[in-house]
Every structure is written in C-alpha cells, then in structure tokens.
C-alpha cells in the first residue's frame, strides 16, 4: 500500500513563495506519475501540475503557469511543488497524488489517481 504525506503548506502573503513536499512510502514511486490537486472550499477539485515517471515532463494548469513548478527526486520517492508569486486564489487544501499507467494530461485534467495523500492547507492573504 502506497502512502503520500504532504508538508508545507502554511500562511503566505500575496506575492510570496512556498514549497509543497510530498514523501512517498510503502511502494516505489518511480514508476508512477506524481502531481498536485487543490480543492478550495465551494470549489471543484483542480489538477494544479502533474509530472511524469520516465523524463520528468511536466504539466501545468493554466492558472498556475509561469508561477508554480514541479519536480521529483526518485531517490527520495519525493516530488515537490515551488509555488512563487502565490495569489489569494490558490487558497486551498493541497493533495498529493499518484496513479501508475497513465499520461500527465490525464491525470491532472482527467482525475485519474490511485492514492491520493491527506492534504496540506495553503492560505495567501495579506
């Protein structure tokens, strides 16, 4: 059984930075596309970025281009999120995710996840 654990999150003003970790346990991620979801409340869930298990290529949603960035260290079955230039409207719950056998496309617009973590609070407000 895969387990995700976030950490992170935290209280940010507008225009600030923070970054999001996610610590895999239980199975090898190397095989498995990692990503980031955020729920705001009264929200639909939205994939914010996603990253491939092979090269690394990543994909990014719109609103977050330019301002977030994903990674991942196999070795540490970590992947990260570097958010910068942090507006009120990422306000939200982060979750962590993984899902083998798929594309970065569909698992961050298509939802389609195997495990998902708990979660990390982000919050920007001046």
């Known amino acids: 059984q895969l387990q995700l654990v976030e950490s992170g999150g935290g209280l940010v003003q507008p225009g600030g930075s923070l970054r999001l970790s996610c610590a895999a346990s239980g199975l090898t991620a190397n095989y498995y596309v990692m990503g980031w979801f955020r729920q705001a409340p009264g929200k639909e869930r939205e994939g914010v970025a996603c990253?491939?298990?092979?090269?690394?290529?990543?994909y990014y949603a719109d609103s977050v281009k330019g301002r977030f960035t994903i990674s991942r260290d196999n070795s540490k079955n970590t992947v990260y999120l570097q958010m910068n230039s942090l507006k009120p409207e990422d306000t939200a719950t982060y979750y962590c995710?993984?899902?083998?056998?798929?594309?970065?496309?569909?698992?961050?617009?298509?939802?389609?996840?195997?495990?998902w973590g708990r979660g990390t609070q982000v919050a920007v407000s001046p």
């Open positions: 990253i491939s298990n092979s090269d690394s290529r990543p």
């Open positions: 995710a993984e899902a083998l056998w798929t594309t970065v496309e569909k698992m961050c617009v298509d939802d389609r996840v195997d495990y």
